[in-house]
């Protein structure tokens, strides 16, 4: 009974919980008292046996919780050194993946820096003057190797960028890239000295060295010599180290970047040089400068007076290169120095188809010849913008950008604007034509403001200065606009002299008409009128000019028939749709004039008399 009822209190279970032994262990003396007070009334030996047997529970009881104090201890210090390495563990695997993504970034980062700097050694064509060699004796003087290296180098960066070179730089397999440099060694494995060898190794580079000695006759001799640029000694006296080094960057200049040396000798208007080098350069030029060199010959030609033989020599260049469209937009400007407008109007044809189409293959500006035939202004205009723009304000054409946008700016009859990039136009000693083209343009600003003493005094200005070959083969037909000014201002005997003199272009043609229909000559004046079609049946000036006469002598009908032809050769010409609606409001069709005003406005949106024919036309309408 007592067996069963410990069993039942105590229990047996050895999965109990901590917490339920515990209980156990607080009650378990109490239970013990009380079971041996029952004991010891029923009888006192069973009530001894039962009280020991309990206090040796109690006692077991007493270990046992001893135990699983110390045991809990145990557990609880074994979970946490188990949390602290579990922390720890993390903690270092965060640490080696931080570690690693650190090192593939590195690895990263320095792979596409390297991969940055081969890719920059393999396209460098930079030119690298080295430090030259000079003898002790000359350190006094101050003329070190570096110095004397320096002054050849600011020679060569001045002749590059006095390079106009209708965009060779850009073109040509072999240019320099623009950097000139001076190469200072340096100590040990740097970032700068790793890219200095793999240039070295894969790159383009042009190095060029050389050495100054002082001579027996207390002179000074400069050689240089690089890479492809075969050594020449310069000699001078002791005070020439400047001449020595403009002397030493030329040659270099000239074998290094041939073509590039032909553009500065034409810039400079060294024509006759041009020719010698170009010629001579073309048998061991690599092919493809052989079209530039070509086109630089030719250009000095041309400039000479020699339009025939520029023209053989353009045709050649682009027989070689296709797609060499600075020689098509030449070609172009020889015919049209040649009286050939028909011709070169159709040389601007085959450029377009070559090209693909406009727009295409061929940058705009090589088609400003031909839009000047057409009178396509707006394009012309955007053209010589952005080519003055990409070098350096002035232009990589023959002419200057300034005189070419105030010509434009005259023919979209905005004066004010003309006037104002007139005046702002740069100085060039090496621009002959500014100043022949300044009067040109003031006669015709005259012209347009009815001033007809001074247009006439500008342009006989302009014609007396209009006698250099290479001026006129770049603005060919300009010396037909002093005919009509000359006769405008009462000089008939003037005007009859220019146009016969000035060759077969449409402009002198149709002003000829003009003049003759001025002094009552209708019938004249409509045969000059169809020869000047006839020159150039594909141009619009000649029809513009014969519908405006006939819209004088009230044929409407023809009027409108010539414009419309104008129209259709020159469809960005303001002028013909202006005269056209002129047309349309003298027949009282002024809904019809109001269109074909706005339309011009499109083209010449400043035109002082196209506005006010538009507003009367407008009121007319109400």
Known sequence: MAEGLLGGLVGADADKTEAETSEAQVGAEAFAAAVAAIASRQDPEVARETSAFLRDQSQLLQVQKKHLQEEHALRLAHLRNQLREE??????????????????????????????????????????????????????????????????????????????????????????????????????????????????????????????????????????????????????????????????????????????WAYYLLNRGRNDEAISFSREAIAGADKADRPYLLNTWAN???STGKTRDALALY????????????????????????????????????????????????????????????????????????????????????????????????????????????????????????????????????????????????????????????????????ACWIAPAEEAAGHPEKADAVLKSTGTYVDCYRFRADILDGRRDWAGAQKAYAEAVALAPDLPAAYYSWGVALGRHGDVSGAEARLKDAHERGPHWADPLKAWGDVLAAKGRFTDAIAKYDEAHRYAANWQALNDARAAAAKQAL
């Open 300 to 302: 000095a030609t041309a």
């Open 315 to 478: 045709r050649a260049a682009i027989r070689i290169k296709p797609d060499y469209w600075v020689a098509h937009n030449n070609i172009t400007l020889a015919l049209e120095a040649l009286g050939d407008e028909q011709g070169a109007w159709r040389a601007g044809e085959v450029m377009r188809r070559i090209a693909g189409g406009r727009p295409g293959r061929a940058p705009e500006t090589y088609y400003q010849n031909v839009d000047l035939l057409v009178w396509n202004l707006g394009p012309w205009r955007d053209a010589i913008i952005a080519d003055a723009d990409a070098n350096g304000g002035v232009g990589a054409s023959a002419g200057s950008a300034g005189i070419q946008i105030s010509d434009i700016e005259i023919r979209q009859h905005d004066l004010a604007s003309a006037d104002i990039t007139l005046q702002t136009v740069k100085p060039d000693p090496t621009d002959p034509s500014i100043p022949v083209l300044s009067h040109f343009l003031r006669g015709r600003l005259a012209a347009e403001a009815g001033d007809v003493a001074r247009a006439a005094a500008e342009m006989e200005a302009f014609g007396a200065t209009f006698v250099d070959p290479g001026v006129m083969f770049n603005f060919p037909g300009y």
């Open 87 to 260: 922390k720890i563990r993390r903690a270092g695997l965060r640490l080696r993946v931080a570690f690693q993504l650190f090192m593939a970034l590195l690895a990263t980062v320095v792979g596409a820096g390297i991969l940055v700097m081969l890719r920059d050694a393999v396209t460098s064509r930079s030119v690298v003057v080295e430090s030259f060699d000079a003898p002790p004796a000359l350190l006094a003087r101050g003329l070190t190797g570096r110095v004397v290296a320096a002054g050849v180098l600011d020679e060569l960066r001045r002749l590059q960028s006095a390079t106009r070179a209708d965009a060779a730089k850009r073109d040509l397999a072999n240019a320099w890239s623009g950097e000139i440099k001076l190469a200072v060694p340096e100590s040990g494995v740097s970032l700068g000295e790793l890219s200095r060898m793999l240039k070295a190794r894969f790159g383009n580079d042009l190095h060029i060295e050389g050495e100054l000695v002082q001579t027996d006759t207390a002179g000074l001799a400069l050689t240089v010599r690089g890479d492809g640029v075969a050594p020449k000694t310069f000699t001078g006296s002791a005070g020439d180290l400047g001449k020595l080094s403009i002397d030493a960057a030329g040659y270099v200049y000239a074998q290094s970047e041939p073509v590039l």
